[in-house]
């Protein structure tokens, strides 16, 4: 299949829709401006002033720019007929961590191969729309988004064995960042500091707070397994306690052959890492051979480096971590059971493999969005959609005409082998206006040594919103699992006599606008997908994971100084008391945004509306996919009103699991 790397197909039609946007442009600019000016803005201290000042100025100019727009969208529409529904953009990376190397890491032997995916609803909207939402300037919020998403995945990996005499099991994991990447794209070496944000303290064996042991290195006969830059750095603390088992954990002393944690600054701007792969035992608890995966850290560079607090040396560069948190703790201990991790992260995982988006609406700020993430991702589609009447017609009280594409975006470290989109049909009232759908992708994520592709594939929608149309979101849900199934047929280029791909995994993830816990979502929460998809943080219809947390903001609280940063937001969803103010909960049971201090008769963790589904079935008949960690990222507070999720998953043969 062919990937489509322009909008149309020849420069001619290229040129005539450039001239005919630029026509249009300003009277959509200005009617943004116009209505934007109506929706509070919390930051503008004189909002009537600003009505007052800059109406006319804007209606005026409206009306000026008319004639041309309508000039402009008379070439405009007609040319929506040969536009394609995606736009596919590689910026090639020749470094040890570009996609083209990655693939040569993985064979479909011997140990297994863990890729990490992450959605996210990021309400890149107009910015009048997006003031609905209490989420303001687009433009920038874009540019700072990408920032965030590409500086926490990039980040390398730093793991940290704490042992004690008493205890000879892992007591925390932490990642950190020896490296920042600048704004030129380079990664430098920063100072930074261990920044504790929770009250447990650890001590190694010196008998030191782990405070001093950050600032004066590891006491006397506490290891150091540490690299340069390019390497993960595994430090071991403390060696006390008898027995073979103290202090033994097997990736700190078998770290896989050439350093599998590689995080590759020096080999390029992106600062890119391999996956980390480790599988032992039961990682659901503290007390397992596999510690969870914390809070990653953040690494700061010059003058805003500075916390005051000590600074921790891996060798020669010091970063800045924070450790295990109570109530995560907690969490873990009462689900000792759960066969992989799971915590509220302030920071994306470090090597996501794979992002999908939502509501990428605006198309200035999918380009600013694409050029930011292409600092890490190698391989984009962006712009995915139709607009005016094109192929997407409406029949139940929807409007036939689309204004907005499907805001679908995604980025990909692996190659991308095929592309396609299908536009729902049966969107109704203000949804009808944008061309929700679904966008489906495979990927090629490595060889065997005969030859034969390992590939996965990964769906990523946004269905229908308004909360009272279930059977709307049922059919849609019905057409997705039927073009998925036809999209795996049209590029399987293989048979089962003669396999020529070998299939690792199968994901569906996006904003499906229904959760597992209202009376209202009855429907959704039976539906067909979730039998033949697993979803990681639920038990069964109605019923959610104990440690699974809404990813719906409450608006209102978006902007809270509680809630102002990462950190901030990961504490309060911590607790109990913090969810029931900031997340939203069913409608059903809501007794309204105004009324928060009723808010404490609610029960549940919130509306968890974004998914990340992965398939048992339809893989390579000798692999296995199993979740190795999922996580919920506060990373983008005060930039939209959901929280991202991830998924860690480990694809691995039968025979490899003992």
């Known amino acids: 299949m062919v990937l489509y790397t322009t909008p149309f197909p020849n420069s001619c039609l290229s040129a005539l829709h450039a001239v ?250 992106r600062g890119q890492t391999p996956n980390h792969s480790q599988r032992d035992g039961d990682s659901g608890s503290l007390g397992s051979p596999s510690a969870s995966r914390e809070s990653l850290v953040k690494a700061r560079a010059g003058p805003d480096g500075g916390s005051g607090e000590p600074a921790a040396a891996c060798g020669k560069a010091p970063h800045k971590a924070s450790v295990v948190k109570k109530a995560a703790a907690a969490r873990r201990r009462r689900h000792p059971d759960e066969a992989f991790d799971h915590e509220i992260s302030a920071f994306f995982p470090a090597n996501v493999d794979f992002l999908c988006l939502q509501e990428v609406f605006d198309k200035r700020a999918a380009s600013t969005l694409k050029d930011q993430l292409h600092g890490y991702f190698e391989y984009i589609v962006y712009d995915v959609g139709i607009y005016g009447c094109q192929g997407c017609c409406c029949c139940r009280g929807g409007c036939c005409f689309k204004c907005l594409n499907s805001g679908l975006f995604f980025a990909s470290r692996y190659p991308v082998m095929d592309v396609a989109y299908h536009c729902y049909p049966n969107g109704r009232g203000s949804d009808s206006l944008a061309s929700k759908g679904a966008l489906f992708l495979k990927v090629q994520v490595g060889s065997t040594p005969q030859d034969q592709r390992i590939v996965g594939y990964i769906t990523c929608t946004h269905l229908h919103a308004l909360e009272d149309d279930s059977a709307i979101r049922c059919e849609q849900l019905d057409m997705l699992l039927e073009w998925l199934a036809d999209f795996r047929k049209s590029t399987s280029s293989s048979s089962t006599a003669n396999p020529e791909e070998l299939v690792a995994f199968d994901i569906v993830c996006g904003d499906l606008n229904f959760d597992n816990c209202s009376s209202d979502d009855k429907l959704e929460q039976q539906h067909s997908l979730f039998t033949r998809y697993k979803d990681p943080c639920r038990l069964g219809p109605g019923e959610e994971k104990p440690w699974a947390i809404g990813t719906l903001l409450d608006t209102d609280g978006l902007h809270d100084e509680d809630v102002s940063t990462p950190e901030n937001l990961q504490k309060v969803l911590e607790s109990e008391e913090g969810r029931r103010e900031y997340l939203a909960f069913p409608s059903s049971k809501s007794p309204g945004a105004c009324q928060k201090g009723r808010k404490d008769m609610l029960k549940g963790n919130g509306r968890r509306i974004d998914y990340m589904l992965y398939a048992e079935e339809g893989l390579c008949p000798d692999w296995k996919a199993e979740v190795e960690e999922f996580s919920f990222i506060t990373q983008l507070s005060g930039l939209t009103d959901h929280l991202p999720v991830a998924m860690r998953l480990m694809v691995s043969s039968g025979d490899e699991e003992a």
């Open 20 to 269: 005919s946007w630029a026509l249009i442009f300003p009277c959509y600019w200005l009617l943004d401006r116009l209505l934007a000016l109506f929706i509070p803005d919390p930051c503008q201290k004189s909002q009537l002033l600003c009505v007052l000042l800059f109406m006319p100025i804007y209606l005026g100019l409206l009306v000026t720019s008319l004639p041309f727009a309508f000039l402009g969208f008379l070439f405009w529409c007609p040319l929506q007929c040969s536009r394609r529904p995606y736009v596919y953009s590689r910026l090639e990376d020749k470094s040890p961590a570009g996609g083209a190397a990655l693939l040569s890491e993985w064979k479909g032997t011997g140990p297994g191969k863990s890729f990490c995916f992450a959605t996210a609803n990021i309400c890149l909207l107009p910015d009048s729309l997006a003031r609905l939402n209490n989420v303001f300037n687009t433009q920038a919020r874009a540019r700072e988004i990408g920032h965030r998403i590409r500086n926490g995945a990039s980040r390398p990996q730093i793991k940290i064995y704490i042992d004690s005499p008493t205890n000879t099991s892992i007591s925390a994991a932490s990642f950190s960042s020896l490296v920042s990447p600048q704004g030129d794209g380079t990664a430098r070496a920063v100072p930074g500091s261990i920044k504790r944000t929770a009250s447990v303290e650890y001590k190694g064996n010196s008998g030191r707070p782990p405070s001093d042991e950050a600032a004066n290195g590891p006491a006397s006969g506490d290891s150091v397994d540490c690299g340069s830059l390019e390497n993960a750095c595994i430090v071991r603390i403390g060696g006390g306690g008898s027995g073979d088992e103290a202090g033994r954990h097997p990736e700190a002393e078998d770290p896989a052959p050439g350093g599998q944690a590689r995080n590759g600054a020096g080999g390029g701007p």
